[in-house]
């Protein structure tokens, strides 16, 4: 009977105020019935104005806490988020490769969906070198995208060029987030390229709301519980669509600027 219920790991940041990072994370876990368990990276002391203060954690404590989840538990997806800096994406790159957490979902939180830069200019390389081949599923958001393959992307060719060139990096399977460009848009657009050569676009309404932290965290949180139950990665990565758009359009009143997603939105 042991270790029989669906079981994921995030390995990412603690944001305190439960917006994103590991919490919206774990937040995803539950609602679609997996059981959460998380790697902490870093600890970020924020709210909804911004971040105030960040913290890393040591590498030996990473360490550690993949060798307790690995020794206990039937860990069957996982995914990463934040990982900052050059030396912290090689320690969770070793420490994937010495344990079996099953298919690894890879948020590769370098840009917002703004344009806002995340991730340290020299860790660039070696997320594209380490980390990127891992990724059974990669969710670069546009700017991502475009960081990542060194281009810009002006139109629906541009974007499933940048998707096959990221496939040839080595992840199996690539979505490219829509941007996120101006009040008038009517209809966000991902490009989603799996493994067979299977590709499609996946549209939803824009909605315009300040409540969208942690849609890229949660996406990717989504499918990785999803791959966790078993389902293919066409039928997570659908579901983490309409997820996260249900999300997005019924609103709570947390905070009193940028607020997080609704978890509970989302019946199927």
């Known amino acids: 009977m042991a270790n029989e219920f669906p079981q994921v790991v995030t390995i990412a940041g603690s944001d305190s105020d439960g917006s994103a990072g590991l919490q919206a994370d774990l937040s995803t876990f539950f609602t679609r019935h997996v059981h959460g368990m998380s790697i902490v990276t ?42 900052a800096d050059a030396s912290l994406i090689n320690n969770v790159v070793a420490n994937y ?61 541009d974007v499933i060029s940048a998707a096959h060139q990221l496939q040839k990096m080595g992840a199996k ?3 490219v987030k829509g941007k996120h460009a101006d009040t008038t848009q009517s209809v966000v657009r991902d490009f989603v390229l799996l493994e067979n050569g299977d590709h499609f676009w996946l ?16 996406l990717s949180a989504c499918i990785t519980a999803e791959l966790g139950k078993g389902a293919s990665v066409k039928d997570a ?15 709570i009143a947390v905070g009193h600027k940028l607020g997080p997603i609704n978890h509970w939105a989302f019946q199927d």
């Not at 690894?104 to 860790?123: N, S």
């Not at 070696?126 to 599923?137: F, I, Y």
């Not at 659908?238 to 249900?246: E, I, S």
């Open 42 to 83: 870093a600890c970020v002391a924020g709210n909804s104005y911004g971040i105030q203060a960040a913290t890393a954690m040591p590498t030996d404590f990473i360490d550690q806490q993949f060798t307790s989840l690995a020794d206990d538990f039937d860990i069957r997806a996982s995914k990463t988020g934040m990982l």
């Open 97 to 157: 490769q010495r344990v079996n957490f099953g298919p690894l979902v890879v948020d590769p939180v370098i840009v917002t969906k703004h344009g806002a830069l995340l991730l340290e200019a020299e860790a660039f390389e070696t997320l594209r070198e380490r980390l990127l081949p891992l990724a059974t599923v990669i969710t670069p958001n546009f700017y991502e995208a475009e960081k990542l393959t060194d281009r810009t992307l002006k139109t629906d060719a």
């Open 173 to 175: 399977n690539v979505i």
């Open 203 to 218: 549209s939803a309404p824009y909605i315009q709301t300040d409540h969208v932290n942690g849609t890229g965290d949660s």
């Open 237 to 251: 990565i659908t579901l983490a669509k309409a997820y996260v758009n249900a999300a997005i359009a019924n609103e």
